[in-house]
Structure formats: C-alpha cells, structure tokens
C-alpha cells in the first residue's frame, strides 16, 4: 500500500469552549497544539480560527494570521485552510482568508446540507459564554450553503487564481458525484483528494457499509486520479479511519471531529489522537508520509508558493 497521510483539524467550528478545556482558542493555542500534532506524526494541518475572547468561531484574516505565520516557520507541515468555516459565515467571509493566506490547500464542502449538532446541546449542564447554547440548538433551523455556484466561484478563486489544491469533503454519495461533475467540467483536475465525512447530523451516517459503499462508487467514477481520506464525527473517529487504513486509505483525526481519546475520555491534546492513530496504522503495515511526501502525492504547489 501507498504511505498514508494524517491530517489533523486543529479546533474546527462545530465544538464549543464548554465541551473541553483541552479545545485549542487563541493562536497561541492553535500553534502549539499544531506543532505537537505535527511532531506526533500529521502531515496535513486542517485549519480554522477563533475569537480568542471567547472561542467563537472566526473568519477574521486577523486571527488567522495571528497563528499562520508561526505555524510555517516551525514545522513543514501542508497547511490546509477551511473555505467552509461555518454555516453562520457568508462566502465573502469564509474566503477572506484563504484568499488572504492564498495556501498550498482548502477545504471544499460539495454540496449544500443540513448540519445539525442542536443535540450536543443537552449534554451541556455549564456554560462559559453566552453564545454557545444558542449557538448550538439553533442549528435545528440551519443550512450549510454551498450551491454548484458557491463550488465554481471557490474552485477559481482558491484553485485557478491562487494555486490551491483541495480537500473535496463528501459527505454524502451525492457529493461524490457532484465532484464528478466539475470534473466533466474541466474545473477540476487530479488527483483528487477525497475526504468521506461520516457521523454528522444532516450527512451520512457512520456504518461501515457507508464507506465500502463510497468507495465503490469514487472507484467508478474517478478510477486511478484520486486518493481518499476518512473523517468521523465523536465516538465513530477511530473505527472508521482504522477502517479506512485497511482499505488503502488515508486518515483525519483532531479535536474538530472528534473530542474524545476513548469511550468517555477527553483528548488533552490533538496530538493525542495523532499518536493512536500513528500507532494503529504503522502496527497494520502501512507507512506515515512525511508533509513533503504529501506534498508529492497531492501535487501540491509548495510552502513558498503562500502568502503565509
């Protein structure tokens, strides 16, 4: 099998402060925590940014850049900046500041969904800040916007005019095929990377046959061009990425999707969770790419190439 790549969502837009002390919030945070997830074994950093005063979930080129920079100079991790944010954004704001930071990599929601995380809510007794609960339980009325206009327009200013390359995040068949369809298109070129998205509420669900069954289908429809990843939401993270190793995979783990180390043990640290899942690979035979050995696998453009 081919050397797989990890990739690790630092702090994502989903989790709120009061669901764990060990959630990264400042840039300072964000920067260590992605520096000890890079030297425990990621090649790949998926990135958002927060409010550092009260850990809401920012667009702000300010806050992104607040820990960009240091990331770069310390490690060669690929960095790989969220055009998806969060369903509350706008699509001017969620691309201020990947077209800011002009990165070897983004992300790419393929299509428009419910994303529903309203019963995380429930588990909450305490609160630190005020947005959070409203937060939270008014995703019952929300919808992730991402029209095949959204795609187009993100495609040509991330990939034609700035060189990015993409996390294509399927969660569910149809975003298979509608990946397809920019690829008839010419608006997409491999290799692709294709990031199957299990257990959110509003996406597929996290079975097993859900997975062989994407697979089956990428296979069909983009044959040799593209490599694909597994992410899984909570207490699904590690089965179905040891799953995903197994059939020639690749693997995302982080406090974004999941908060949890084991069954009702938080992670302290997102490098945590690298290191499981480092360990499980490597005890089934497969081989951790280095960022540059990433980089070569993705045909990325380079860290030189950044505005970072």
Request: net charge negative.
């Given at each position: 099998?081919?050397?797989?790549?990890?990739?690790?969502?630092?702090?994502?837009?989903?989790?709120?402060?009061?669901?764990?002390?060990?959630l990264?919030v400042?840039?300072?945070?964000?920067?260590?925590?992605?520096?000890?997830?890079?030297?425990a074994?990621?090649?790949?950093?998926?990135?958002?940014?927060?409010?550092?005063?009260?850990?809401?979930?920012?667009?702000?080129?300010?806050?992104?850049?607040?820990?960009?920079?240091?990331?770069?100079?310390?490690?060669?991790?690929?960095?790989?900046?969220?055009?998806?944010?969060?369903?509350?954004?706008?699509?001017?704001?969620?691309?201020?500041?990947?077209?800011?930071?002009?990165?070897?990599?983004?992300?790419?929601?393929?299509?428009?969904?419910?994303?529903?995380?309203?019963?995380?809510?429930?588990?909450?007794?305490?609160?630190?800040?005020?947005?959070?609960?409203?937060?939270?339980?008014?995703?019952?009325?929300?919808?992730?916007?991402?029209?095949?206009?959204?795609?187009?327009?993100?495609?040509?200013?991330?990939?034609?005019?700035?060189?990015?390359?993409?996390?294509?995040?399927?969660?569910?068949?149809?975003?298979?095929?509608?990946?397809?369809?920019?690829?008839?298109?010419?608006?997409?070129?491999?290799?692709?990377?294709?990031?199957?998205?299990?257990?959110?509420?509003?996406?597929?669900?996290?079975?097993?046959?859900?997975?062989?069954?994407?697979?089956?289908?990428?296979?069909?429809?983009?044959?040799?061009?593209?490599?694909?990843?597994?992410?899984?939401?909570g207490?699904?993270?590690?089965?179905?990425?040891?799953?995903?190793?197994?059939?020639?995979g690749?693997?995302?783990?982080?406090?974004?999707?999941?908060?949890?180390?084991?069954?009702?043990?938080l992670?302290r640290?997102?490098?945590?969770?690298?290191?499981?899942?480092?360990?499980?690979?490597?005890?089934?035979?497969?081989?951790?790419?280095?960022?540059?050995?990433?980089?070569q696998?993705?045909?990325?453009?380079?860290?030189?190439?950044?505005?970072?």
């Amino acid at each position: 099998m081919s050397k797989i790549i990890i990739t690790c969502a630092i702090t994502g837009s989903i989790h709120t402060p009061s669901m764990s002390p060990y959630l990264p919030v400042t840039a300072e945070e964000i920067t260590e925590s992605s520096i000890d997830a890079v030297e425990a074994g990621a090649a790949i950093l998926h990135l958002h940014a927060r409010d550092p005063a009260d850990g809401r979930p920012s667009a702000d080129p300010a806050h992104f850049m607040a820990f960009l920079p240091q990331i770069k100079q310390r490690c060669d991790a690929v960095l790989n900046i969220t055009t998806g944010g969060s369903a509350t954004m706008t699509m001017d704001q969620r691309l201020a500041a990947p077209k800011r930071a002009a990165p070897e990599m983004c992300s790419l929601n393929m299509g428009s969904m419910n994303f529903a995380i309203y019963p995380a809510a429930a588990r909450i007794t305490e609160w630190k800040y005020d947005w959070e609960k409203p937060f939270l339980e008014g995703s019952d009325d929300l919808v992730f916007k991402n029209t095949p206009r959204d795609m187009a327009n993100i495609l040509q200013e991330m990939g034609d005019k700035r060189g990015a390359r993409f996390e294509f995040e399927c969660y569910d068949l149809s975003h298979l095929y509608m990946l397809k369809h920019f690829v008839d298109r010419g608006l997409v070129r491999g290799p692709l990377f294709i990031q199957f998205v299990f257990g959110v509420l509003g996406g597929m669900g996290p079975d097993p046959e859900n997975l062989t069954h994407m697979k089956l289908i990428a296979d069909k429809l983009f044959g040799d061009t593209y490599a694909f990843s597994v992410l899984a939401a909570g207490r699904h993270q590690m089965p179905l990425i040891t799953m995903s190793a197994i059939l020639g995979g690749h693997v995302r783990v982080g406090l974004e999707d999941s908060l949890m180390i084991s069954r009702g043990t938080l992670a302290r640290s997102n490098a945590e969770q690298v290191r499981k899942i480092r360990r499980i690979v490597e005890d089934l035979g497969r081989t951790v790419a280095t960022p540059d050995e990433a980089r070569q696998m993705l045909h990325l453009k380079g860290a030189d190439r950044t505005e970072i």
